[in-house]
């Protein structure tokens, strides 16, 4: 599927019970609207009923992108009915016009869609390997945009989206804050410059109405305060193979230590050290970035709990909880149970789990676990 489209993949069962056609567009029970069906793939060969549910869909105002089946895999279905529809739907040439629908005939979604008129929902432009991915919800008073960095590095991309006449708002579902953004009216589209960090997701709700032809909103500039590399105390859960504790003078991944009971440790290893500010917190962000977590974090300033991170990019505002001067910082790490069960099935070992059937080999990959850092302070100003 070419990007900037959003779809969903349909059977033959849902094609039957769960569409409708209404003005031309094909609606889910669940609410879901779709501007096009295209046949692709396996769709090569279907059933007869199959073929006449997607002519009636094309007779109620359905557009249909795709080339003509080649036949039925069924041995009870009519050959001379299915050749019969099958030169009604694809009567020649490269659109055949059905009742109040269409057939396309072309292999490729991008040029029926193109022949079909129908503008893509989300385009961007930015560096040739990002990859963004999008879904569009439309209420009675608002248009959403969930937006997904999907490449693990930071995006930075000018966002096309089909909607004007008003305001774009950023929206971050996991702290539950909002910020405004730049923005550009291009005819019935709105562009927004967007930078996604590793991994991240955020909302794009227009909301407000407006007259205006666009927004320029100061970008907030992140500057680096400090690397937290002094030495780290790291403890571990009692009863999970590992010793009691060990000092780190720099983070590393457990996964990757000489002893076997870190090596294969699975359970909530505890992080302390400490790091020097030359004033408390206010109204400015502080960030603390963790940098890597396998695989969730819960972290504590000067013994108040700041935050849980349990994905990428694992950051927290941590600006309420410092204090000019030395503060202390505690990070709780808890992993899967995927290394200590491989753990288990080293040779001559004293077993820590228990399971009813084998899970992993010995020599199976363990995951990254712990605090793997670095661990950074920024500032946002």
């Not at 007779?59 to 050959?79: C, M, N, Q, R, W």
């Not at 008073?141 to 995006?155: E, M, S």
């Amino acid at each position: 599927m070419p990007p900037g489209w959003g779809w969903d993949y349909i059977n033959a069962a849902a094609l039957t019970d769960a569409v409708t056609v209404e003005h031309g567009v094909i609606v889910a029970k669940g609410g879901a609207r779709y501007k096009a069906l295209y046949l692709g793939g396996t769709s090569s060969r279907m059933t007869l009923p199959t073929l006449r549910r997607i002519a009636a869909l094309a007779e109620a105002g359905a557009t249909v992108i795709g080339k003509a089946p080649h036949g039925s895999p069924s041995l009870a279905d009519d050959p001379g009915a299915f050749a019969k529809l099958v030169g009604r739907l694809w009567a020649g040439g490269q659109e055949t016009r059905v009742g109040a629908g269409r057939v396309i005939a072309v292999d490729s979604v991008a040029q029926g869609l193109a022949r079909a008129g129908i503008a893509p929902d989300f385009p961007y432009s930015g560096p040739a390997d990002a990859e963004v991915a999008f879904v569009h919800r439309r209420t009675a008073d608002a248009d959403i945009y969930w937006v997904d960095d999907r490449k693990g590095g930071v995006a930075r991309i000018d966002a096309r989206f089909a909607v004007s006449g008003r305001v774009p708002e950023l929206w971050h579902a996991e702290t539950g804050q909002s910020e405004a953004l730049s923005w550009q009216r291009f005819g019935d589209s709105t562009v927004i410059p967007l930078t996604l960090r590793a991994h991240e997701s955020v909302f794009v709700v227009f909301r407000k109405p407006t007259s205006l032809d666009g927004q320029t909103v100061a970008q907030a500039v992140e500057t680096p305060v400090a690397t937290l590399n002094a030495p780290w105390s790291v403890t571990f859960e009692p009863g999970r193979g590992a010793p009691a504790g060990t000092t780190m003078r720099s983070l590393q991944p457990l996964d990757r230590n000489a002893d076997p009971g870190i090596r294969y440790f699975s359970g909530i290893a505890t992080y302390r050290s400490g790091f020097d500010l030359g004033r408390a917190g206010g109204a400015t962000p502080l960030l603390l970035d963790l940098g890597g977590v396998g695989d969730v974090a819960e972290v504590r300033i000067n013994g108040v709990r700041v935050g849980t991170l349990w994905q990428a990019p694992y950051r927290v505002d941590i600006a309420s909880a410092v204090r000019a001067g030395r503060n202390t910082i505690e990070v709780r790490v808890a992993n899967l149970w995927v290394n200590r069960l491989i753990g288990d099935a080293q040779p001559n070992v004293t077993k820590v789990t228990y399971t009813t059937l084998p899970t992993y080999r010995a020599d199976a990959t363990l995951r990254p676990s712990g605090l793997l850092g670095p661990v950074v302070l920024f500032t946002r100003l």
